[in-house]
């Protein structure tokens, strides 16, 4: 790693803890990487050499020696520490000698034997000089002794044994507040400057104290007015501006000249000191006058004078703390069982071992860390370390650099090792793809190491010690450019053909391509986060353009090798070379700066291998379809709650087609022209892949149902029927999948509109057109077998012979029954648009075939009962059909030959009455419709009177009516009859004279109100020798009358009678054979009712002028 040449600039011994394999396996990582670096960074510092490294040593050896050399000292100077520790540790636990002891063997391995004898060697070195080093930074609050109000404080500080703190206090009056100064010999006590005039002094002056034994010694600190004289004049001035002092010179009048005055004074007892202690302490009164005398803040630490040198060969305390830490933490990592990062917590034994030797040394704060910063930071090279224990340190450090000035060496320490940090730092980060993978616990790592060098590169010490012009961002960017280049030739030598074969180097650049592909997907979904968010650095950018000058190389010097040499198999070689390149391509949209890009046109080198694709997509997705259709055994492919009723060859055959169209979305061929010739044939592949589909299911059809019976024929066509729709729904759908209009759209500059739709929508109309084709013909098929099923039933229902056997509703009940359980059957088996398909024939034909049997029916002998059944068969069918709604709508029913059948059956259907009563409606209609007076007209005054139920009818006049003698004039009279006859059996007619003439008979209203209710006035020219002549006849419906029907606004059970009315209706003269009603009423020759009527008014026919006319 990078810290193998960073140890190497540093002095002898600072990589005391890595053993010759980690320096040899860091010293190799550093020198792969660009020697730029090193000049960017400013350095020109030699590299030492390691003449303690030696090649040729087995491993044992090098541990052994590497024990020796290193460990032993360490240990050595540690048992030193413990037998010569001085002070409370500043962690909670207390550990006894044996405890660390026993710790420090676990930490450096070493066996009882070597510590027996380690710890002798210690006991017979020379103890050092113990020593307390005290710091009187401050005091505050202090006592005013002076007239001013102030004091001119001064500090003493001492240390005294037992015997010596005894004397002391004999030699005092006061035992119990005793000082010290005057009783203890100049040489032993020091003093700090005297502040003037001030009650919160400052001093931050360090005096070293040297004592023997620690639990006999306290340490005492006076603090003491200096007393000076001053002229009367000034005292004077004093009093004038401050009268409050008066009081203090009364007091300094009575004391001796040149006394200092007392302020107070701090004594600790050694042994109850910590390592280290930086507190406020009370100032202590010597009397009870003035208890409240201030604080005074010191810096205490306990330190050695004169360590033996020959524990660890005169290698510096920083170094020995150096190599202790490393070993703490190395040997606290191993003994974790978790495999999370470590995050600089040690245990007990090892923090209080490491606070004693630092005190012990005087390594100052900052020492210790740049110490841990140095140690963490190779440990970081070669264990898992949580990143913010190098955060910490940075910050500490940084703190540092401000307060206090660092020695020479530890300055070029620290610069070494933050510029060897960063050289690392950046080979992992041209390394990145393999030290930290696109996975969710590895890129948080590779952003932790980003902002570390962030960290670094901002510091005060990197700047001051690195004076070079550095820019992290292109440092960055540089070894992600040198990376991914070395990358690549690595990829590139993995992936070289083994052979010559063209196929051979097309799949080789295949393999190279997708995993470049692969890498830029990673540096574009996962990487490219982290380094825009701790360097600012799009890496998907930088390794894009650095991919697209390689890849364009690569492919067009691949490719130049297999011109004029396509063939099948080289351009299924190649068929991944041209996916991967269109993937890469497209990825070109996310690029944060836009530029000409080598892969921009990489599609033309493959226009050789295009037609080789198509024929390979065409061919497989046949042979598919071939073996979809062979296994098929045309059953519906889910029945159920949601049925599915195609078979499995139907959604095979989609799944078949849909290679082909993902084809046109891989190959994305920019050309417009040439993508416009690439749609044709695409669609003209898939057509006739689906022609080629029905053949094949025809085919499958006429295998499986030669030796099948009728309704597994039946249920295996609906199959094929529903396949078919399937299919044309498919094609329905495919300009949308295939996006014409965004072809056309692209096109449209170099294909005209016209051409565009007669090219390809034609192509589809074709092959759909087809499809319904074959459709309509399996539909046609099912059809025909249901016709004539259909007839047979119909013909059986009206066979003449059982027609008085069996009821109307029993004749038709086996067609129904048998529709229904059809119809039923088709509906399960068939989708809803081949049903509907398969519904309309079958109902025009259905009615086709009643109205072939109505004409059938010759002989007129049971032709209403005959056409009676038939229309109940035709309501029936007609509501089967419809079946409420699901089935076929009512327009699509009531067709016109519908209509005229229900007409001819309904009129047929008729009984003789109805027929008579739908007689008399035609004639009042035609009564109501006639125009003008061409045979005259008669007048009548007409009422019915509710009150006895009477109608009363008076005939008035009769005009213009036509000479019937041979003179010119006529013997006119008027005959009234109530028609029908049925509805009126006991009224006769009346015939009036040749004057005026009433008719008032008795007859209900309801029977007035009759269909076809009517009174009938005939006017005939009376004849005395011959027939009376007919002058003409009129018709009034009875619910004309006024009094037979209900007035407006009259109430319902109203009696009151109406007035009578006038009523002047033209003659009129029927026109002969002409009135169907009559012909059916005729050819019933067994109702004399119904012969009487027809012979009546046959007659009249032939008195008819309109006959005579004619």
């Known amino acids: 790693t990078m810290a193998g040449q960073s140890g190497q600039n540093t002095r002898k011994g600072e990589n005391l803890l890595q053993t010759p394999e980690q320096f040899e396996r860091n010293f190799f990582l550093s020198q792969q990487f660009s020697p730029v670096h090193s000049r960017k960074l400013g350095f020109t510092r030699r590299q030492r050499d390691r003449r303690d ?36 540790p500043a962690s909670a636990e ?45 005091a505050k609050e202090i006592l005013g002794k002076d007239v001013s109000g102030f004091s001119d404080p001064y500090c003493l500080l001492m240390v005294l044994e037992e015997e010596e703190e005894k004397k002391s206090s004999r030699a005092k009056a006061k035992p119990s507040k005793y000082v010290v100064k005057g009783t203890v010999s100049h040489e032993k006590i020091y003093q700090t400057d005297i502040k003037k005039q001030t009650l919160n002094p400052i001093w931050n002056q360090t005096f070293i104290l040297e004592f023997e034994d620690l639990s006999s010694t306290t340490f005492h600190l006076e603090m003491w007015d200096k007393d000076e004289e001053v002229s009367l004049t000034q005292k004077l001035e004093e009093i004038k501006t401050n009268l409050n002092s008066l009081r203090r010179m009364i007091k300094e009048a009575k004391k001796e000249k040149g006394t200092d005055d007392f302020l107070g004074n701090i004594v600790l007892r050694l042994q109850d000191l910590h390592c280290t202690e930086d507190n406020w302490y009370n100032l202590e009164p010597r009397t009870e006058t003035y208890p409240n005398r201030g604080k005074c803040h010191l810096f205490l630490q306990f330190i050695h004078k004169a360590r033996d040198g020959t524990l660890s060969a005169g290698r510096s305390a920083y170094t020995n703390y150096c190599g202790i830490l490393q070993q703490f ?3 606290y990592i191993s003994k974790q069982q978790s495999s999370a990062p470590w995050k600089g917590a040690l245990c007990g034994e090892a923090q209080t071992l490491l606070e004693l030797y630092a005190t012990q040394n005087d390594l100052s704060p900052f020492l210790q860390d740049l110490a841990k910063w140095v140690a963490y930071s190779k440990l970081y090279q070669s264990l898992e370390v949580d990143s913010s224990v190098l955060f910490h340190q940075l910050t500490s450090i940084e703190y540092h650099w401000h307060q206090q000035e660092l020695p020479y060496q530890q300055k070029q320490e620290l610069g070494d090792s933050l510029h060897g940090f960063l050289q690392y730092g950046l080979c992992l980060v041209s390394k990145y793809r393999d030290i930290f993978p696109p996975t969710p616990s590895a890129t948080p790592k590779l952003h932790t190491l980003l902002r570390i060098l962030v960290q670094i590169c901002k510091t005060q010490a990197f700047q001051k010690l690195n004076p070079a012009n550095f820019e992290l961002h292109n440092e960055v960017h540089d070894a992600i450019v040198t990376g991914t280049e070395e990358w690549f030739t690595i990829k590139k030598g993995l992936h070289q053909p083994m052979t010559k074969d063209l196929t051979e180097i097309g799949s080789a650049l295949a393999r190279l391509i997708a995993e470049v592909q692969e890498d830029i997907k990673h540096n574009k979904d996962v990487w490219n986060r982290v380094f825009v968010s701790a360097v600012q650095v799009d890496v998907f950018t930088v390794v894009y353009q650095k991919f697209d000058s390689l890849l364009a190389q690569e492919v067009k010097a691949t490719l130049s090798i297999m011109e004029d040499q ?8 190649l068929f991944p070379v041209y996916l991967s390149l269109q993937a890469i391509h497209k990825d070109k949209a996310f ?24 024929n390979q997509a065409f061919s497989t997705t046949l042979d598919r379809v071939v073996k979809a259709v062979q296994v098929d055994q045309l059953q519906p492919l889910q029945v159920g709650a949601v049925p599915i009723k195609h078979s499995s060859s139907a959604v095979d055959l989609v799944a078949c087609i849909q290679p082909i169209c993902h084809l046109w979305d891989q190959l994305s061929w920019p050309d417009p022209e040439e993508a416009f010739m690439l749609m044709v044939k695409l669609t003209e592949d898939v057509c006739k892949i689906v022609v080629n589909y029905c053949h094949l299911l025809k085919e499958r059809v006429r295998v499986l149902s030669e030796n099948s019976d009728h309704s597994i024929a039946i249920n295996m066509l609906c199959v094929v029927v529903n396949d078919l729709e399937y299919l044309r729904s498919v094609l329905t759908r495919l300009p949308s999948q295939l996006n014409w209009e965004g072809l056309r759209i692209r096109t449209q500059s170099v294909i005209g509109q016209s051409q565009f739709e007669n090219t390809l929508h034609s192509q589809l109309q074709q092959a759909k057109s087809i499809l319904c084709k074959e459709i309509r013909s399996a539909l046609d098929t099912l059809g025909k077998q249901l016709n004539t099923d259909i007839e047979t039933h119909v013909r059986s229902m009206s066979t003449r012979r059982r027609i008085p056997s069996k009821s109307t509703e029993d004749a038709a009940a086996p067609l129904m029954r048998y529709l229904e359980q059809e119809l039923q059957y088709m509906n399960e088996n068939l989708v809803q648009e081949n049903f509907n398909s398969l519904l309309t024939p079958l109902w025009q034909n259905s009615v086709k075939i009643l109205y072939q049997v109505t004409n059938q029916h010759s002989q007129q002998e049971g032709l209403m009962v005959f056409c009676q059944r038939l229309l109940y068969t035709l309501q029936c069918l007609e509501q089967c059909f419809h079946a409420d709604g699901n089935g076929l709508p009512q327009k699509a029913l009531h067709s016109d030959e519908y209509k005229n059948l229900k007409a001819h059956l309904t009129h047929h259907s008729l009984t003789s009455h109805q027929l008579i009563e739908k007689f008399f409606k035609r004639k009042i209609s035609e009564q109501v419709n006639y125009q003008g007076e061409k045979y005259g007209a008669v007048t009548l005054l007409t009422s019915y009177r509710k009150s006895d139920q009477r109608l009363h009818i008076e005939v008035l006049n009769a005009v213009s009516l036509l000479p019937m003698d041979s003179n010119g004039l006529s013997d006119p009279f008027v005959r009234l009859c109530l028609e029908p006859n049925h509805v009126f059996p ?3 007619p009346r015939c009036t004279q040749y004057k005026s003439f009433s008719l008032c008979t008795n007859t209900k209203s309801y029977k007035c109100q009759t269909p076809g209710a009517c009174l009938v006035v005939t006017v005939l020219d009376h004849d005395t020798l011959r027939p009376d002549d007919f002058e003409g006849e009129a018709f009034l419906a009875l619910e004309d009358v006024p009094g037979v029907s209900k007035q407006e606004g009259e109430e319902v059970d109203s009696q009151m009678d109406s007035a009578p009315e006038q009523i002047r209706l033209p003659l009129m003269h029927p026109k002969p054979n002409e009135d169907s009603i009559l012909k059916l009423l005729e050819s019933r020759r067994g109702e004399r009712e119904a012969q009487a009527f027809v012979k009546k008014r046959r007659q009249r026919e032939k008195q008819s002028q309109e006959a005579a006319q004619q």
């Open 591 to 614: 690029l944060q700066k836009r530029g000409l890009l080598q892969l921009t046109n990489f599609h033309e080198g493959f226009r050789d291998a295009l037609p080789y694709w198509l």
């Open 53 to 88: 490294l030696k090649e040729d040593e087995n491993p044992e050896a090098k541990e052994r020696r590497h024990k020796e050399m290193e460990l032993k000292p360490l240990y050595k100077e540690l048992l030193y520490t413990i037998a010569h520790k001085m002070g409370k």
């Open 566 to 573: 396509m063939e099948l198999n080289l351009s299924k070689s």
């Open 329 to 331: 933490v190395q040997a």
């Open 986 to 988: 006991e009224i006769e």
């Open 94 to 138: 207390v550990f006894t000698n044996s405890q660390l002891h026993q710790y420090l063997k676990e930490a450096f391995t070493m066996t009882d034997e070597e510590h027996k004898g380690l710890m002798e060697k210690v006991q017979n070195t020379e103890p050092p000089i113990n020593c307390l080093m005290v710091t009187v930074k401050e």
